[in-house]
């Protein structure tokens, strides 16, 4: 692992550190709280994938998709018609590939599928 691969793991889990540490206190008030969709996408994704995250899973755009045409296959027949959100995770382009793209499900804890998009020309 060379220095910045390193830096950037360390960067990754002392932001995940400092999330988990705004989660808990709404444990010991009794409250709930929501994962944010961004964060459900970023644990569905492998270690390798996390690590193509520089900054933050929050620098991601979500949009809701209609699941049709290709994406019943990546998402399966059970999911056909429905919605889901996509995130698409910034600066996640390796050589060849396009961002990382997760689906999660409508009630925001599902993760559906993931790709990575059409490299950019």
Known sequence: ??????????????????????????????????????????????????????????DSDIRIVSVNGPLVSLLGDTHAGKEAYEVTFHHTETVGTGPLVVYVDKDGKTVLGKQTANPIQ
């Open 1 to 58: 692992m060379n220095k910045t691969t390193a830096l950037a793991s360390i960067g990754a889990a002392a932001m995940l550190f400092g999330l988990l540490l705004l989660a808990v206190p709404q444990w010991f008030i009794g409250g709930t709280r929501d994962v944010p969709v961004e964060l459900v996408a970023f644990d569905g994704l492998s270690d390798e994938e996390k690590d193509r995250i520089i900054a933050s899973p929050k």
